[in-house]
């Protein structure tokens, strides 16, 4: 079983509590664990997950729902994140929540562990840069997962948890989420730009043949607004769900669509071991 660590949501108070957040660079931690990579090219490896609380954006099928709108955990500081790290074996990390790259900080973890020479994938919704005042950060491979028009929330696809869009920092209903997603979920030049400035996939959870025009014509957008080539084995196709029941109706179909147009199909390792499990 993958082994899950101290910093797994034992303090309270995700939130900005001054009595809570440590002084310095800190990141609201929801879950640190160690696994093997379940999704994309590098599936299989063994790595350390580092997991943010909350996000920008409201998928409907969010399978870390609990790390967006019902934020668990608590503050920890960078320092005390990279000793958990260098303490646990594998030479890669994968930085993900949530969305990690909403965090100040991410960009001071994100130099650290470049100083310290992990190979560091960062999971993203492809809607924010990782950059600061310094410049773009060192990534080794963005996983980048752009959300399509099926990932929007609604009343008949209400978020997972049934969660009102409360996100620790503000309070909205259901509706206006559902708006702010639609509105934030695609950024063409943010896509470019990952794609230009680091090796990149592009990792589209796909919830059945009605997806893939859209995949077809971002990808080409992408295309168009990149100097970099985005090679057909870079698209990945990712079935949607989050529990093996969900994913036996959802790969073969989603298998059979990669193979007709030519991108990579990527399993859900994870779900597959463990289903649903936290910390894996
Ligand atoms: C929880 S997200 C965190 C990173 C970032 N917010 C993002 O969406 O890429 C991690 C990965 O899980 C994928 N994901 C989330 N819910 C899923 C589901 N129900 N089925 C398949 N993939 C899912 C996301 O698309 C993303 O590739
Ligand atoms: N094993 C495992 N692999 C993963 N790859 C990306 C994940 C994520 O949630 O970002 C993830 C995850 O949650 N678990
Ligand atoms: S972008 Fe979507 S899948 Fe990623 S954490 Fe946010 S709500 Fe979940
Ligand atoms: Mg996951």
């Not at 440590?22 to 599936?43: M, V």
């Not at 310290?116 to 993203?124: C, D, F, L, Q």
């Not at 073969?252 to 669509?257: E, F, M, S, Y």
Request: a negative charge.
């Amino acid at each position: 079983m993958p082994v899950s660590s101290s910093v797994d949501g034992q303090r309270t108070g995700a939130d900005d509590d001054a009595g809570s957040r440590p002084e310095g660079p800190a990141l609201p931690i929801n879950e640190l664990f160690t696994s093997l990579q379940g999704e994309g090219t590098l599936a299989g490896v063994p790595s350390t997950f580092v997991r943010t609380s909350g996000c920008n954006l409201r998928c409907w099928f969010c399978d870390s729902y609990h790390t967006s709108w019902e934020p668990t955990g608590a503050w920890y500081g960078v320092d005390e994140i990279l000793d958990e790290i260098d303490a646990r074996g594998p030479n890669h990390v994968v930085f993900t929540g949530g969305e990690p790259l909403i965090h100040d900080a991410s960009t001071t973890l994100l130099r650290e562990l470049d100083d310290r020479g992990y190979h560091v994938t960062v999971e993203t919704n492809g809607t924010i840069l990782p950059e600061d005042d310094d410049g773009p950060v060192p990534v080794d491979l963005a996983s980048v997962s752009p959300k399509l028009a099926s990932s929007t929330p609604g009343p008949e696809r209400p978020p997972s948890g049934g969660g009102d869009g409360g996100d620790g920092a503000e309070n909205v209903d259901a509706e206006t989420w559902a708006e702010r997603h639609e509105a934030r979920r695609l950024d063409l030049d943010a896509l470019a730009t990952l794609v230009d400035r680091y090796e990149t996939q592009l990792k589209f959870v796909v919830t059945g043949p009605d997806d893939l025009p859209e995949i077809e014509s971002l990808v080409a957008d992408v295309r168009e607004a990149a100097t970099a080539e985005v090679r057909d084995t870079d698209v990945l196709l990712m079935p949607e769900g989050q529990t093996r029941e969900e994913l036996e109706s959802t790969r073969r179909v989603v298998a059979d669509l990669a193979l007709e147009h030519g991108y990579r199909y990527t399993p859900r390792l994870h779900v597959d071991l463990w289903n649903d499990a936290p910390n894996t």
